[in-house]
């Protein structure tokens, strides 16, 4: 099993990234998805999450409106498109994967928000 993120980065404030989380070694269409982050010296916490046919989705209210989690099963990857990018949003931002009390974690990407 394998997840392996991309797109973090350096990014302004008011600037947007897009984040990706490419599957291996599982069913990926079976398992709901999800985004974390997770901030120096806090508790790692749930961004979004997209269920594993696609149609449901959770935000924190944190990212409402700015953040919008997708997946493309063909592809076996999920994305996190963050626009309205504040300073606080600044995190590692890790993928999960999750089924039947199973989970996957990916090694987590970067993203830093500051001027």
């Known amino acids: 099993v394998q997840l392996v993120e991309s797109g973090g980065g350096l990014v302004q404030p008011g600037g947007s990234l897009r984040l990706s989380c490419a599957a291996s070694g599982f069913t990926f269409s079976r398992y709901d998805m999800s985004w974390y982050r997770q901030a120096p010296g806090k508790e790692r916490e749930l961004v979004a999450t997209?269920?594993?046919?696609?149609?449901?989705?959770n935000y924190a209210d944190s990212v409402k409106g700015r953040f919008t989690i997708s997946r493309d099963n063909a592809k076996n990857t999920v994305y996190l498109q963050m626009n309205s990018l504040k300073p606080e949003d600044t995190a590692v931002y890790y993928c999960?994967?999750?089924?039947?009390?199973?989970?996957?974690w990916g090694q987590g990407t970067q993203v830093t928000v500051s001027s």
């Open positions: 997209i269920t594993s046919a696609g149609g449901r989705f």
């Open positions: 999960n994967a999750y089924r039947s009390r199973i989970g996957h």
